[in-house]
Every structure is written in structure tokens, then in C-alpha cells.
């Protein structure tokens, strides 16, 4: 080891820090440098601990040497791929993010913590932000006693707020008992109390301690770990020199805070590395990340790269529009117009604006001059509305749109709630959770079968979206109902669905619609058997019957459809994992009933969103055009040729469409100790729109400023992007 260490630090002596705007060469340049470090650092033994990208290491191979950290999972697998095929898979590395380092590090290492903070010698489980806000709003509720209380704030609300206060101060290396000091010299004045700030850190403690007693772990509590014990340990520094030589890192802009630690010690133990930073990047900057602190980890490298080069409409017009947008302060020069590459659509309401922008698209692709791939629709709030209109109108044309990481609440689809309600009929004590249109509903989904029209499909087209999301209903909504309204029989402990003959004109049904609710009446009341005998082993397999059963036997599912089944079955696996570890720990006279019923009424409330682990879509439903708002496109870093700045003129535009975790702004390395002024405020949102602008500008080469005078709720919009509307060359005199 000692060889390959005086190896690496003669022919790669240099850290480097490579800094560079949006598509200027960043990452190539780090595939490049580590296609040399690989045929400088040799492989470790495989007797070393470490994982290689893909997570898993055989018998015999040897273990990662160099670290590669992307800002999250997306860009995570993107920049392994482009590693994999510039070496030709010949190298095995460790590619993870920053927060899957370092809970990955604290469950590898945990029997380190275990002793050297007394805990209970149990495997840890990681508990997702649902199921740490529930069981923080359980334990609270039992203890604060009326503390968490603010007016216009709800209680759901203070308790993701404190919870996000742990998560800050781990990220940012601040240590949690210094929380109530930051919170009231950044908010004096400002609302709040000393109490209050102290009630939340005596909350924060017992959580704490609760958590770790039942091997339970969170964001925060892992960030803690990891920054404040595991770190600073020797025996952890010694492993932490000998598995990675060197560590390569994209995007250090969005990083948090104690990622710099790390850094630190990995070049302060003779580790090379290289970093790339954006400064019209941060992203997450609100959320977490620390991008000035991150900024100068420069000072640790000794060759600095800069790339000059500007992408798509940055170097045109970038300076001027953030002049118009941030500096113009409202005024700007009269005749002052924008190049033709930016255009105007303007409308006076929204509905209007949705149709004329599809329409837009719609003709753009019909005559070629772009294919769906290439264009994004972004707005700083992709609603509800937007979404299901331009998707309407699009596929009326043949058409996709698909939607970047949508994170709608499980139980938008129609799916998701007809096994709600199936896991409500089987299991006993749950028949307040079921209703008349909740069992219409599951005849309705649970009833369909597959529809494709083959001789009408067209065998040359590559993409046929009628063919994929229609489905021909054995029972549809008008039948659906009729057998609620006669055979469905409400019960407060087992609700039933009757037999088909309960209906007196049940034979004006159909043969098909019978026949299929006899189906589903035989299968529920099999699984209700076997629950009673105690042959079906738990609700997840319920669940897993019911899906291979009904939604997957003879049918296509849309990729949203299956994305949402998937979420379902690991939120299960996930919640009924900590059940069980809660009912070692302290076991309660519930059983499965009442777990079912919390479990349902957690989905019903929109509490869990549907984001599985990324997979990236191939096939035809590749070639569709993207919905994201600005937070996720930034995130994802993807570039399209045709941009569509939806809402153009709307006010969201300042803060980019993301919200700001409660307090943030205080846990920034270079905010902590001041108070934060109303001036600092206007200073970040002028900032981060310019941020915006700059990063957007450099993904499109021809952008379209989609503007309605009125919004959805009818206000008139005036947002800090008028100026760039007026200055551009509106559609109708481009044509």
C-alpha cells in the first residue's frame, strides 16, 4: 500500500479544481483525468473493504481505489457509465453520492460507533423523511405538550421544521446544541422565542436518543455520525487512507457542507484529488448545500482549471438578460430587443397560454425542424393543470410528454388506491377506511384488461400512445357503480362485496362485467381466507398477489403506472421493516390492523411521493418532450435544443421554484453567528435568479418566453422576467 501511495503522489502529485459554467467540459475533463490516475493507482486487494459501482464486489475482485462522487443519483449513474466506457470497464471504482457515502460509511463502520457511543448492538435501519415525520409527530405528540406552537403554522408543519433544523446543523458541521443561539441572533425580532427555540432542541435530543436506542437512522442523525464521531476517529482515518487514493467529485457546488471535511482529511492523508465547481450552479443551495464554503476547497488544489467556453445561449445573451431580469429594477431602454433565438408567446390567460405553447410544439415537430427529445417545457411550478393539459394535447398529435421526477402524492393513482382499498377488505377492523366510490373505483382498475389494436396500429411507427395507456374495461364506471350501490355492504369491522344476484337487473351488466366481478369477489374472498388461517404472510405480499393478479397478468402499464408501483412496494417493504424493529423494541397489542390502517390513512394523506430509484426511460418513451419545473431541470443537468420557459412572467421565477428549508440561510458556514436582514434576502433571491438565468441559457440554443397575463388564480403576473418578454421578437411577428 505504501507503494501505490508514493506511486500516485509522485506521477499525480496535483490536486485539481476544474471550475466552469453549465456544458463548458467539466465532467469530460474529470473522465479524463481519471483514465490517468487508473493507469497510475493500481487496485487494492480485495481483503480492503469498499464497494465498486455497481455496490457489490465477488470473491477475488479487488477492491475501488479512487472515489467518485456525483451530486445525486441520476448524475451519479451518468458519470459511471461515461467512466465504464472511456476505461472499457477494465477499472473498478466507488461511485456514490455524498450522502450515500456517508451513510454508507456509517452502516460499514457501525460496530466502531456502537462502541464508542454505547449503543445498542443492533444493524441500523434508515428511516425515510414519511416515516421520520410520522413517528417524530407520534412521540412528540405524547411529550411536547402544546410546545411546537406558532401562529399560521400547522402542527404537521413544526415538526418538519425541527426536524429539518437537525438536518442543517448536521450537514453544515454545526453540533445541535448550538441550534436555539443561531435560531434566535438570525431571527431576533422575527418571531419566535428563546423557549421555543430551546423547546425544539430538547425535542431534537430526545428523537435523538430515541432514534439511536432503536437503531433507527435519519438524514441528520447519519450526517452527525459521520462529521462528528466517525470522522475524527483514528481507526476510521487509517481505513480511510488505505481504501481510496483518490477521489474525483462533480459538481461540488451542491454539496454540503461536511463534504469539505472529507475532502480535508482525504488530501491532508496524501490523497489526490479532482473537483469540478460550477458558479452558476447550487442548485440545492437552500436545501443543504454549502456552495461558497465548498468554493474554497481551491485553495487545497494546486493546478486550477478554468473553462471558458459558454454553451447554447449563455454566451449571447446571458449578461443581457440578467441585466434586464436583476438589474434593470423595472426600467430598461426603450427599442431594446432580444435576438430572434428568443421568442415571446404572450397570452391573457393561462389556459389559452397551455394550448397556443402545445400547439407551438405540435407544429415544430410535424415539420421536423425538432424532434420531442429535444424540447422541455420548464416552469418554476409544474401544476397539476399544466401538466395533464400539455400532455392532453400533445399525444392527440402522437406525442409523449413525460414528467422529470414527478413527485405527486402515491395516491393520485388510480392504482395505488384500488389496493388501498383491497388491503382494507381483506384484513379486519378496517372498514372505516372503505367507502361506495372507493370500491367502485377498484372494480373499475382491478377489472380492466389489455387493449392493443393491432390492426389499426400503424406497424412503421415507433411510438404508438394509444395503443400503450387505453385499456378495454370489463367493468366500467357507469356499471362500476351500480355494483357499489347494490352489492358493496359497509361495515365498521369487515366490510363485504355480495354476490352479483344481489343486484336485481344484474343481468343488465353485461356477460363481462359479471364474469369479472365474480372474479374479483372469489380472489378477495380466497385472500380473506387465507388471512384468517394465516396463510398469507403479510400485507406486502397481499400486495404483490394483487398486482401480479390483476395490473400485470394480461396488461400494459404507462411508466408512470409501474414508477408508482414500484414506490408502493418498497414504501411497504420500508414500513412494515420498521414495524417490526418498533415491535421488538416495545410490542403493542395492535397487530396488524391497526399498522394497515396508519399505513393507509399515511398514503391518503399525500405524505409519500412517487420516486423510485432512478431508471432511465428507453424505447419509445424516450423520444418524448420533458415537463420539469427549474429545481428538477437544473438537478438533472440535462440540456434540450428547444426551450420552453413556461409562467414566464410569473414571481417564482426569484426563488427558482424550490422551496427554502426553515432556517437555512443560518447554517451557511459563512452566515452562522449574524443575523439574517431583510437586505441579505433580496441580495440571495437577486443571486440565485441570476444563477438561473446563466445555467437555463446555457442548455437551450432557441428559448420561448411563454407568458399569460393573468395566472390560475386570475392575478396579474409580474414577475422579474417581464422585461426579457418585452424585449423579445413575439411569435406571431417571428412567423
Known amino acids: 500500500m505504501v507503494t501505490n501511495l508514493h506511486k500516485l503522489r509522485t506521477v499525480t502529485e496535483d490536486s485539481i479544481w476544474i471550475v466552469g459554467s453549465a456544458r463548458s467540459g467539466k465532467t469530460t475533463r474529470l473522465v479524463e483525468q481519471f483514465c490517468i490516475w487508473s493507469k497510475t493507482v493500481k487496485p487494492l486487494p480485495a481483503t480492503v473493504s469498499g464497494r465498486s459501482s455497481s455496490g457489490r464486489r465477488r470473491a477475488g475482485q479487488t477492491a475501488p481505489a479512487i472515489l467518485v462522487l456525483a451530486a445525486n443519483g441520476d448524475n451519479r449513474l451518468e458519470l459511471a457509465d461515461r467512466i465504464a466506457v472511456a476505461t472499457e470497464g477494465k477499472y473498478t471504482f466507488h461511485s456514490t453520492t455524498p450522502f450515500g457515502f456517508f451513510e454508507q460509511e456509517v452502516l460499514l463502520f457501525w460496530p466502531l460507533l456502537v462502541q464508542s457511543l454505547n449503543l445498542r448492538a443492533q444493524f441500523p435501519l434508515r428511516l425515510q423523511p414519511e416515516t421520520e415525520l410520522e413517528l417524530a409527530a407520534r412521540l412528540w405528540r405524547r411529550e411536547d405538550e402544546g410546545i411546537l406552537q406558532k401562529t399560521g403554522v400547522s402542527p404537521n408543519r413544526m415538526v418538519r421544521r425541527t426536524l429539518d433544523l437537525l438536518q442543517l446543523a448536521a450537514v453544515s458541521g454545526t453540533p445541535r446544541e448550538e441550534i436555539p443561539s443561531i435560531l434566535e441572533q438570525g431571527f431576533a425580532g422575527d418571531g419566535g422565542s428563546t423557549n421555543l427555540w430551546t423547546s425544539m432542541r430538547e425535542l431534537l435530543e430526545r428523537w435523538r436518543e430515541w432514534c439511536l436506542t432503536?437503531?433507527?437512522?435519519?438524514?441528520?442523525?447519519?450526517?452527525?455520525?459521520?462529521?462528528?464521531?466517525?470522522?475524527?476517529?483514528?481507526?476510521?482515518?487509517?481505513?480511510?487512507?488505505?481504501?481510496?487514493?483518490?477521489?474525483?467529485?462533480?459538481?461540488?457546488?451542491?454539496?454540503?457542507?461536511?463534504?469539505?471535511?472529507?475532502?480535508?482529511?482525504?488530501?491532508?492523508?496524501?490523497?489526490?484529488?479532482?473537483?469540478?465547481?460550477?458558479?452558476?450552479?447550487?442548485?440545492?443551495?437552500?436545501?443543504?448545500?454549502?456552495?461558497?464554503?465548498?468554493?474554497?476547497?481551491?485553495?487545497?488544489?494546486?493546478?486550477?482549471?478554468?473553462?471558458?467556453?459558454?454553451?447554447?445561449?449563455?454566451?449571447?445573451?446571458?449578461?443581457?438578460?440578467?441585466?434586464?431580469?436583476?438589474?434593470?429594477?423595472?426600467?430598461?431602454?426603450?427599442?431594446?430587443?432580444?435576438?430572434?433565438?428568443?421568442?415571446?408567446?404572450?397570452?391573457?390567460?393561462?389556459?389559452?397560454?397551455?394550448?397556443?405553447?402545445?400547439?407551438?410544439?405540435?407544429?415544430?415537430?410535424?415539420?421536423?425542424?425538432?424532434?420531442?427529445?429535444?424540447?422541455?417545457?420548464?416552469?418554476?411550478?409544474?401544476?397539476?393543470?399544466?401538466?395533464?393539459?400539455?400532455t392532453e394535447i400533445l399525444a392527440r398529435?402522437?406525442?409523449?410528454?413525460?414528467?422529470?421526477?414527478?413527485?405527486?402524492?402515491?395516491?393520485?393513482?388510480?392504482?395505488?388506491?384500488?389496493?388501498?382499498?383491497?388491503?382494507?377488505?381483506?384484513?379486519?377492523?378496517?372498514?372505516?377506511?372503505?367507502?361506495?366510490?372507493?370500491?367502485?373505483?377498484?372494480?373499475?382498475?382491478?377489472?380492466?384488461?389489455?387493449?392493443?389494436?393491432?390492426?389499426?396500429?400503424?406497424?412503421?411507427?415507433t411510438f404508438n400512445l394509444?395503443?400503450?395507456?387505453?385499456?378495454?374495461?370489463?367493468i366500467d364506471q357507469v356499471r362500476a357503480g351500480l355494483i357499489a350501490d347494490h352489492c358493496f355492504c359497509p361495515h365498521s369491522d369487515q366490510p363485504k362485496l355480495l354476490e352479483i344476484t344481489a343486484f336485481p337487473r344484474w343481468d343488465r351488466l353485461g356477460h363481462r362485467a359479471a364474469g369479472?366481478?365474480?372474479?374479483?369477489?372469489?380472489?378477495?374472498?380466497?385472500?380473506?381466507?387465507?388471512?384468517?388461517?394465516?396463510?398469507?404472510?403479510?400485507?406486502?405480499?397481499?400486495?404483490?398477489?394483487?398486482?401480479?393478479?390483476?395490473?400485470?397478468?394480461?396488461?400494459?402499464?404507462?411508466?408512470?403506472?409501474?414508477?408508482?408501483?414500484?414506490?408502493?412496494m418498497e414504501t411497504a417493504t420500508h414500513y412494515w421493516e420498521i414495524n417490526g424493529r418498533m415491535q421488538r423494541v416495545e410490542p403493542t397489542n395492535g397487530g396488524d390492523s391497526e399498522t394497515i390502517a396508519?399505513?393507509?390513512?399515511?398514503?391518503?394523506?399525500?405524505?409519500?411521493?412517487?420516486?423510485?430509484?432512478?431508471?432511465?426511460?428507453?424505447?419509445?418513451?424516450?423520444?418524448?418532450?420533458?415537463?420539469?419545473?427549474?429545481?428538477?431541470?437544473?438537478?438533472?443537468?440535462?440540456?434540450?435544443?428547444?426551450?420552453?420557459?413556461?409562467?414566464?412572467?410569473?414571481?417564482?421565477?426569484?426563488?427558482?421554484?424550490?422551496?427554502?428549508?426553515?432556517?437555512?440561510?443560518?447554517?451557511?458556514?459563512?452566515?452562522?453567528?449574524?443575523?439574517?436582514?431583510?437586505?441579505?434576502?433580496?441580495?440571495?433571491?437577486?443571486?440565485?435568479?441570476?444563477?438561473?438565468?446563466?445555467?437555463?441559457?446555457?442548455?437551450?440554443?432557441?428559448?420561448?418566453l411563454c407568458h399569460s397575463e393573468l395566472s390560475v388564480s386570475g392575478q396579474e403576473q409580474t414577475g422579474p422576467l417581464l422585461p426579457l418578454i418585452n424585449s423579445s421578437v413575439s411569435c406571431q411577428q417571428s412567423a
Request: hydrophobic share 40%; net charge negative; proline share 5%.
Open 214 to 390: 432503536r437503531g433507527f437512522l435519519t438524514y441528520g442523525i447519519v450526517c452527525e455520525l459521520y462529521w462528528r464521531d466517525l470522522l475524527p476517529d483514528a481507526t476510521y482515518q487509517q481505513h480511510l487512507a488505505s481504501r481510496y487514493q483518490a477521489v474525483i467529485a462533480d459538481d461540488v457546488d451542491d454539496y454540503p457542507a461536511i463534504s469539505r471535511h472529507l475532502f480535508d482529511r482525504m488530501l491532508d492523508q496524501g490523497a489526490a484529488g479532482a473537483f469540478s465547481y460550477n458558479p452558476e450552479g447550487g442548485v440545492r443551495l437552500g436545501l443543504g448545500a454549502d456552495t461558497e464554503y465548498l468554493a474554497r476547497l481551491e485553495d487545497r488544489c494546486q493546478s486550477v482549471v478554468n473553462l471558458d467556453e459558454k454553451a447554447g445561449l449563455a454566451p449571447e445573451i446571458g449578461d443581457l438578460a440578467v441585466s434586464l431580469a436583476v438589474n434593470s429594477e423595472g426600467f430598461y431602454p426603450l427599442g431594446l430587443s432580444l435576438p430572434g433565438s428568443v421568442r415571446s408567446l404572450q397570452t391573457t390567460s393561462r389556459a389559452q397560454l397551455l394550448r397556443e405553447t402545445a400547439e407551438i410544439i405540435v407544429d415544430a415537430v410535424k415539420s421536423q425542424a425538432v424532434e420531442p427529445q429535444e424540447i422541455a417545457v420548464i416552469a418554476p411550478g409544474m401544476d397539476a393543470i399544466a401538466r395533464y393539459s400539455l
Open 598 to 704: 396508519r399505513f393507509i390513512q399515511l398514503l391518503r394523506q399525500g405524505t409519500v411521493t412517487a420516486n423510485p430509484f432512478p431508471v432511465r426511460p428507453e424505447g419509445p418513451a424516450a423520444r418524448a418532450v420533458t415537463l420539469a419545473n427549474i429545481f428538477q431541470y437544473r438537478s438533472s443537468r440535462r440540456a434540450h435544443k428547444w426551450h420552453f420557459w413556461l409562467d414566464a412572467g410569473s414571481p417564482l421565477w426569484l426563488s427558482g421554484g424550490a422551496a427554502t428549508l426553515f432556517g437555512a440561510p443560518l447554517f451557511l458556514r459563512s452566515q452562522q453567528g449574524r443575523p439574517w436582514e431583510t437586505e441579505e434576502e433580496t441580495a440571495a433571491d437577486q443571486q440565485r435568479l441570476r444563477r438561473i438565468l446563466l445555467d437555463l441559457l446555457s442548455r437551450c440554443s432557441l428559448l420561448y
Open 516 to 568: 369479472a366481478y365474480k372474479h374479483i369477489v372469489e380472489w378477495i374472498e380466497q385472500q380473506r381466507s387465507q388471512q384468517q388461517e394465516r396463510l398469507l404472510p403479510s400485507p406486502i405480499a397481499l400486495l404483490d398477489r394483487a398486482i401480479q393478479k390483476f395490473l400485470m397478468n394480461d396488461r400494459y402499464l404507462p411508466y408512470d403506472r409501474l414508477a408508482a408501483l414500484r414506490e408502493l
Open 466 to 474: 394509444t395503443s400503450q395507456i387505453h385499456h378495454q374495461k370489463s
Open 397 to 461: 398529435d402522437g406525442i409523449a410528454a413525460v414528467s422529470l421526477n414527478d413527485q405527486r402524492p402515491l395516491s393520485t393513482t388510480p392504482e395505488i388506491r384500488a389496493l388501498l382499498t383491497l388491503l382494507a377488505l381483506v384484513y379486519p377492523g378496517l372498514g372505516r377506511l372503505v367507502d361506495r366510490d372507493g370500491a367502485a373505483e377498484m372494480l373499475v382498475v382491478l377489472g380492466s384488461q389489455k387493449h392493443r389494436s393491432l390492426e389499426t396500429e400503424d406497424s412503421n411507427s
